[in-house]
């Protein structure tokens, strides 16, 4: 197993803010691109976001690129999501989830329990 | 962006069963494709990546191939604990994407 501890949901007004946070352990963070994908509720999956071993790359849905920033502290094994402008189709279960390379997260080997992010007034 | 179409969205079967699941990209992806397994209030699992290598863990019985455009996924004998959703997703090139889904339940 391989832990990945997401924090930092919550609900959030229209055109708010928020900042997700994935935890990583039992591998060695820093060598390993990551990935942000979220599920809608009772819907499917989409790919938000992925960066990286060293941050150095960093690729993004276009629907949410210009408001979501994807980052990561290999001091502190955590990836992060800032989430700016959300609107109500951003409303889902946000996944942190492992790449099985340095530098393309490409398929998802292992992913968070999951952190909901809800927009409304 | 690649579209990935699964088929069926609905698969009724029972315990013991062969079941194939079907995934077809928009443009070729070779074998850049991976099959994950999502039970309810549950993260996903990885089952299968590059089209046909099984990720370690993952029992025998899950199988996968194809290659350019079409992809199955196959079970060769159901179980209890095989009833989920199953999800492909390609990742050729970004933005990457997942299938629809594919809910497996019990007949």
């Known amino acids: 197993e391989v832990p990945l501890l997401e924090s930092g949901g919550g609900l959030v007004q229209p055109g708010g803010s928020l900042r997700l946070s994935c935890a990583a352990s039992?591998?060695?963070?820093?060598?390993?691109?990551m990935a942000w994908v979220r599920q809608a509720p009772g819907k499917g999956l989409q790919w938000v976001s992925s960066?990286?071993?060293?941050?150095?790359?960093?690729y993004y849905a276009d629907s949410v690129k210009g408001r979501f920033t994807i980052s990561r502290d290999n001091s502190k094994n955590t990836l992060y999501l800032q989430m700016n402008s959300l609107r109500a189709e951003d409303a889902a279960i946000y996944y942190c989830?492992?790449?099985?390379?340095?530098?393309?997260?490409?398929?998802?080997?292992?992913w968070g329990q999951g952190s909901l992010v809800t927009v409304s007034s | 962006d690649i579209q990935m179409t699964q088929s069926p969205s609905t698969l009724s079967a029972s315990v013991g069963d062969r079941v194939t699941i079907t995934c077809r990209a928009s443009?070729?992806?070779?074998?850049?494709l991976a099959w994950y397994q999502q039970k309810p209030g549950k993260a996903p699992n990885l089952l299968m990546y590059?089209?046909?290598t099984l990720q370690g863990g993952v029992p025998s019985r899950f199988s996968g191939s194809g290659s350019g455009t079409e992809f199955t996924l196959t079970i060769s004998s159901l179980q209890p604990d095989d009833f989920a959703t199953y999800y492909c997703?390609?990742?050729?090139?970004?933005?990457?994407?997942f299938g629809q889904g594919t809910k497996l339940q019990i007949k």
């Open positions: 997703q390609q990742y050729k090139s970004y933005p990457y994407t």
């Open positions: 590059k089209a046909s």
């Open positions: 039992g591998f060695s963070f820093s060598s390993y691109a």
């Open positions: 989830a492992k790449g099985p390379y340095h530098d393309s997260s490409e398929w998802f080997e292992y």
């Open positions: 443009q070729t992806i070779s074998t850049w």
């Open positions: 960066l990286s071993d060293s941050g150095g790359r960093t």
